[in-house]
């Protein structure tokens, strides 16, 4: 829905664009108005509308002046300048202020509709290329690639809290069926992944508490699948969040604890203790035995029996080896590895260890075999080199992955392990390194088309990838400008 603010100091003027926005069935708008700049800015700052459209001649403060005004408070939306004079100066105004479009009284009704239907449909594009950006942080190890600010965040996620949930896709329920489902019980549902896996967030309100929400997909999806898991709560509004691929790994994991037939009040707890191996998501953080070890020790001393505990890092390091696409195993033989990783071992913290070194050892980096080292080593090279080769394709940590014939969570840590770089950052490290090269040796060439030369789909996102990564503009870039 495209949000638009009007601002003019005309009460019939104001009426009039309102109504003519509001009348037309092209497509869905939101609208709000304001008499005067200062009443705009605010409306700016709180509401964060996709374009103002702004009357140049108002009191105190003009639209113009209200303009450089907001683009000084960090505002990034779109602006239409209204006018009943042709004058040459208001027009340079405008080009300098990056206004969008400069329209003469009376309004052109065609031309205004044309033109907010095309922002539109640039919204849907950028909206889709920002929770693309989401998709990555939340189901894969990518942590530094660029990402939506917190105000487009909040623009795409305006709920207060969300959980990730992941369902298997077996049986006749589709993701699409499932989505219409849960779309008709909360506020927002959003389909991220459709594969073996359907993983989609909910909109859950903060007063629901865990049980009436588990209560909730139960009764929902109790003839489609017996298996589904949750996340904890995921806030997009609060910058302290960190967005991050450790809430589908905590429903995959609590997926995992159903197939074990480990009670739902178990399940509660273990969100409640709030103690999950960083380990799996950020393999630096726990890179060594001895690290692992004192979790597990503070781990096996929070839960009431250490059977939990057990519970908990078996599903955990079972989710840790998964992917969105991947098949999980079925109940059956998940029961049995559980039942053969309590009876190897004592229940206490070092019993949990060896059992965890005993059936995980592989995913463990201090315990891997050297000639392993050496192949990997030679496979993120492969990587790079493949990265390098096709930077221009439409590349994604699968892909690369499934070249090199390597799980794409394990890919990611040896890739950043080796290199200092994360996947994402390395791409788009080459992709804008090869457009500097083409700005410098074919100068008339326009951005645009550079953008999609160097393998980005929209010049919008280009931009956006570019300032984050250089601190400027192309075009500044261009000019030489530091």
Not at 117 to 145: A, H, P
Not at 449 to 471: D, N, P
Request: aromatic letters at 10%; one cysteine or more.
């Amino acid at each position: 829905m495209l949000k638009v603010l009007i601002v003019d100091d005309e009460y019939m003027v104001l009426k009039g664009l309102e109504a003519m926005v509001n009348a037309q069935q092209l497509f869905p708008v939101q609208i709000r108005t304001a008499m005067d700049a200062e009443d705009a800015l605010s409306k700016i700052e709180k509401w964060v509308p996709d374009v103002v459209i702004a009357d140049v001649n108002m009191p105190e403060i003009g639209g113009l002046e209200m303009i450089e005004l907001a683009r000084e408070r960090g505002s990034r939306c779109r602006f239409i300048i209204c006018t009943g004079y042709d004058e040459v100066d208001y027009l340079h105004r405008a080009i300098r202020q990056q206004v969008a479009e400069y329209l003469l009284k009376p309004i052109d009704r065609d031309l205004l509709l044309r033109k907010l239907q095309e922002f539109e449909r640039q919204k849907q594009i950028e909206n889709g290329e920002m929770l693309s950006l989401v998709k990555t942080r939340l189901l894969f190890r990518q942590s530094d690639s660029p990402f939506p600010s917190p105000e487009e965040l909040c623009a795409l996620f305006p709920e207060r809290e969300y959980r990730l949930v992941v369902i298997p896709n077996e049986g006749d329920a589709t993701p699409e069926t499932l989505q219409s489902l849960f779309t008709q019980l909360f506020p927002q549902t959003v389909l991220l992944h459709r594969s073996r896996n359907s993983v989609l967030l909910l909109a859950c309100p903060p007063a629901l508490p865990l049980p009436a929400f588990r209560g909730i997909l139960r009764s929902v999806l109790q003839e489609k699948t017996s298996r589904w898991g949750c996340s904890s709560p995921l806030r997009f509004s609060e910058t302290e969040t960190v967005i991050d691929c450790r809430f589908f790994y905590e429903a995959i994991a609590d997926l995992i604890l159903s197939a074990l037939s480990v009670p739902e009040k178990a399940h509660e707890e273990i969100q409640r203790v709030n103690l999950r191996p960083v380990w799996l998501w950020n393999p630096d953080a726990y890179s060594s035995c001895s690290d692992l070890f004192s979790f597990l020790q503070r781990l096996t001393n929070a839960f009431p029996c250490p059977q939990m505990a057990f519970a908990q890092m078996f599903a955990d390091f079972s989710a840790g080896i998964c992917y969105p696409s991947s098949s999980l195993p079925e109940s059956s033989v998940l029961a049995e590895r559980f039942r053969l990783f309590c009876a190897s071992e004592s229940p206490d913290a070092q019993g949990l260890y060896r059992a965890l070194v005993r059936r995980f050892g592989r995913e463990i980096p201090e315990i891997q075999e050297k000639e392993q080292r050496k192949d990997n080593t030679d496979k993120i090279d492969r990587a790079a080199d493949y990265i390098r080769r096709h930077y221009s394709e439409d590349l994604s940590l699968d892909s690369v992955a499934e070249y090199v014939s390597l799980h794409p969570s394990y890919l990611s840590y040896l890739f950043k392990k080796k290199t200092g770089d994360s996947f994402l950052h390395f791409l788009h490290t080459v992709r804008l390194q090869e457009a500097c090269r083409l700005m410098r040796e074919k100068p008339d060439l326009p951005l645009e088309r550079i953008s999609e030369l160097v393998g980005y789909r929209t010049s919008t996102y280009f931009y956006k990838a570019f300032r984050q990564h250089f601190g400027k503009s192309p075009r500044d870039w261009q000019k030489g400008k530091s």
